[in-house]
């Protein structure tokens, strides 16, 4: 399996942009439609993006449609989301992993269907 290392979180005002990172290594995610999941304090981890592995399509919660983008660098083995419009509501960890199976038409969004997880990484959205 692949090592996940997200990065690029923080402490942002509302309005606000962050863009995170995830870096592979010891194994290519090229093969893999990847996803990122977030985690509030007290809440239940949850689908945020998910972009299939040629990077041809993506697919994002409601709550977040049209202020994140979700991309990827294949050759830097590295997938991207990028924040716009923060809002204090978007403070969570958040986390990248790699599905285990390759999905057609919607991704797979339970955490039991992603093999690889990073560490995360802390947003914090101040009002």
């Known amino acids: 399996q692949a090592q996940l290392v997200e990065s690029g979180g923080g402490l942002v005002q509302a309005g606000g942009s962050l863009r995170l990172s995830c870096a592979a290594s010891?194994?290519?995610?090229?093969?893999?439609?990847m996803a990122w999941f977030r985690q509030a304090p007290g809440k239940e981890r949850e689908f945020v993006a998910a972009i299939k592995w040629t990077g041809g399509g993506t697919y994002y919660t409601d709550s977040v449609k049209g202020r994140f983008t979700i991309s990827r660098d294949n050759a830097k083995n590295t997938v991207y989301l990028q924040m716009n419009s923060l809002k204090p509501e978007d403070t969570a960890v958040y986390y990248c992993?790699?599905?285990?199976?390759?999905?057609?038409?919607?991704?797979?969004?339970?955490?039991?269907?992603?093999?690889?997880w990073g560490q995360g990484t802390q947003v914090t959205v101040s009002s």
């Open positions: 992993a790699a599905d285990r199976e390759r999905w057609a038409v919607q991704p797979r969004t339970r955490l039991d269907d992603f093999g690889s």
């Open positions: 010891g194994r290519t995610i090229s093969n893999y439609d």
